[in-house]
């Protein structure tokens, strides 16, 4: 398989993205980031973020407007990203939106087989060491 990685290897953002790639057909969109208002602020530390957004422009800028979706929407491909990152998968959390002034957001949430989430998602955050 082409996503297996050697022991104490680091995570490769190519491989990261080609994980992620079947959700672009289903209209999401992901990018890394190291926002200090997400999970972890540590140098080594990176953000991935998850979220689904119309194929329209919105305001003129790059992304879509976003769209809220659920978490049977992309938990396999997020469980096979944790299995990806081996140890160096870090935190998972996500935020949900419940109106256009309340957003709700929970973190260090456990990350396996037996995760749900009620309801809709805003966003999905997985973070991950680069190192």
């Known amino acids: 398989m082409k996503h297996l990685k050697r022991f104490n290897e680091s995570a490769n953002e190519e491989d990261i ?8 057909d289903d209209g999401f969109y992901f990018y890394n980031t190291k926002d200090p208002l997400l999970n ?14 119309s194929n329209e422009p919105h ?15 992309i938990k396999d491909v997020c469980l ?16 949900t939106d419940y109106s256009s002034y ?6 260090n949430i456990p990350l396996d087989e037996n995760t749900e989430i ?12 680069k190192t």
């Open 40 to 53: 972890y602020v540590e140098n080594d530390c990176i953000n991935i973020v998850i979220k689904k957004v």
């Open 102 to 107: 309340y957003r709700r957001r929970e973190e």
């Open 17 to 24: 993205k080609d994980i992620l790639l079947e959700l672009e």
């Open 118 to 129: 009620d309801g809709y998602l805003n966003n999905i955050y997985i973070t991950y060491r």
């Open 80 to 95: 096979r990203l944790k299995d990806y990152l081996g140890d160096n998968f870090v935190d998972f959390g996500y935020a």
């Open 59 to 73: 305001d003129g800028g790059y992304f879509g407007e976003n769209k809220v979706f659920y978490w049977s929407d």
